[in-house]
């Protein structure tokens, strides 16, 4: 009967420690964070939007998008980026436009000794768009702005190899910088907007700035999707859908995928290392609306950790582990009118 027992408990464990990450006690590697300093950093009356955070050369940056027109695409719309050195006083440092395209979701990549903003654009000519169904991916065109210094920054430069993408979040992996890109399928002429024909690619750069396909990692139903890659080269990826959020697993030279369905759908998915465990971030529709939600990945499941204070218009965080124990998240948010962008500190609780 003892035998039978122990051969029960180590079958109960092997089962856990295949979805989830287990202490030698025993339990989920999942603790509980606060949450603190919850604060406004940027609001303009414009709708502000699309966030992203990271650390260059000593100095914190945040970037996001700013459109006098509200979330909807436009060619006013603008990428202000701000920086500081102590995550309290934040400075503009650069801002940047393109004629007759609405620049938008802008993620940050540290490469080469160069801090580099990406944005997705739509060309929408010289006028807002009245609706997304007036709007061409095949049109789409990816943009970037780069530094060497922080404060000294290029104009906005056209990213070959993106014609046709919406590109996305940035990772990179030894000399390589990745970008999310998705699609039509063929470059089908068809329905404009965002039709569910949508293939999302792992594309692949050596400095930055001419881009090329390395993979299809969803041939249909791609949508937003971030990058982690490991010391090996294997990466970690979360995928907005339609439907529910995947997590997405591939190792060089990216051929093969694994994909999971997670319990929730996530708009604007973050995912980043904070010390050895691994977070994920966006928003998640709850019965009390859309909300900025936090989580842990042990395996293949999210825990969440902290909903931030958020609602109506929300989400795209972006996050910056400063130490192990310590970090910073941004995101955006209208539930205190217009959208405005909003910064946390979080430290994880000790035991």
């Known amino acids: 009967m003892k035998q039978l027992l122990i051969t029960i408990a180590a079958v109960l464990l092997v089962g856990c420690a295949s979805s989830d990450l ?30 992203d955070l990271t650390v260059f050369k000593g100095v914190y940056y945040l970037t996001f998008r700013s459109c006098p027109d509200g979330h909807g695409v436009s060619p006013n719309a603008s990428v202000i980026i701000l920086a500081s050195k102590d995550t309290s006083k ?10 007759k395209r609405d ?45 060497e210094n922080g404060t000294k920054w290029s104009n906005p430069v056209q990213l070959d190899g993106t014609f046709g993408h919406y590109v996305w979040r940035a990772a990179s992996f030894g000399e390589k910088a990745f970008l999310c890109g998705r699609r039509k ?3 089908e002429v068809g329905p404009k907007g965002e039709p569910k024909e949508i293939e999302s690619l792992m594309l692949e750069s050596d400095d930055g ?3 090329r396909k390395r993979a299809t990692f969803q041939e249909i139903d791609g949508d937003e999707t971030a990058f982690l890659f490991d010391k090996q080269g294997g990466v970690q990826a979360i995928g907005r859908r339609w439907n529910t959020a995947q997590l997405l697993q591939s190792k060089p030279p990216y051929t093969k995928w694994i994909r999971r369905d997670l319990d929730r759908h996530i708009g604007g998915p973050l995912i980043s290392k904070w010390g050895d465990r691994t977070i994920v971030g966006g928003r998640h529709s709850t019965k ?38 310590e970090a910073l998240v941004s995101w955006y948010s209208s539930h205190e009118g217009t959208a405005s962008i909003y910064m946390a500190n979080l430290k994880i609780k000790s035991e």
């Open 185 to 187: 399928i063929g470059f």
């Open 103 to 147: 620049t938008r979701d802008p993620h940050f990549l540290v490469f080469k000794d160069r801090l580099f903003v990406y944005t997705g654009t739509w060309y929408s000519g010289n006028d807002p768009a009245e609706s997304n169904n007036d709007l061409e991916l095949n049109l789409h065109l990816g943009y970037a702005a780069f530094s």
């Open 22 to 51: 287990i202490t030698k006690e025993g339990l989920v590697d999942a603790p509980q964070v606060q949450v603190s300093n919850v604060r406004k950093v940027f609001d303009n009356s414009h709708h502000n939007a699309f966030t």
């Open 209 to 211: 700035l001419i881009w």
């Open 288 to 325: 009390r609306g859309p909300k900025t939600s936090m989580c842990w990945l042990v395996g293949s499941k999210l825990h969440e950790f902290a909903e931030l204070p958020s609602g109506g218009d929300n989400s795209y965080p972006g996050f910056v582990a400063i130490t192990p124990m």
């Open 90 to 99: 934040w400075e503009q440092v650069h801002t940047f436009s393109v004629p």
